[in-house]
Nanobody
């Protein structure tokens, strides 16, 4: 069972990045997927999640209106489109596979984690 996140990089404030996370079929079949992030010296925090059917999404207040989560089950991939990036968005971003078909903002509800991809937003 593996989750492979990629797409991070260095971007100026106001710019955009799109993260992708590819999972094995066993990981995401019928399961919700989420994105979390961890900034230096801070705890890992919830960013967004999407139900396994893809129609139900939820965002942290800090990214609402700027980030969009989506998934392509045929490709076993979840995406995070990040627009209007701010320096405070700088963090390692992790994708995660939930234990359940409905998403959650709680870390303990996720059983599979990717290795993370670094996003750096310069001011």
């Amino acid at each position: 069972v593996q989750l492979q996140a990629y797409g991070g990089g260095l971007v100026q404030a106001g710019g955009s990045l799109k993260l992708s996370c590819t999972a094995s079929r066993r990981t995401i079949s019928n399961n919700a997927l989420g994105w979390f992030r961890q900034a230096p010296g801070k705890e890992r925090e919830f960013v967004a999640h999407i139900a396994w059917r893809g129609g139900n999404t939820y965002y942290a207040d800090s990214v609402k209106g700027r980030f969009t989560i989506s998934r392509d089950n045929a490709k076993n991939t979840v995406y995070l489109q990040m627009n209007s990036l701010k320096p405070e968005d700088t963090a390692i971003y992790y994708c995660a596979g939930s234990r359940y078909s409905i998403g959650s903002s709680h870390r303990e509800d996720y059983q599979y984690w990717g290795q993370g991809t670094l996003v750096t937003v310069s001011s």
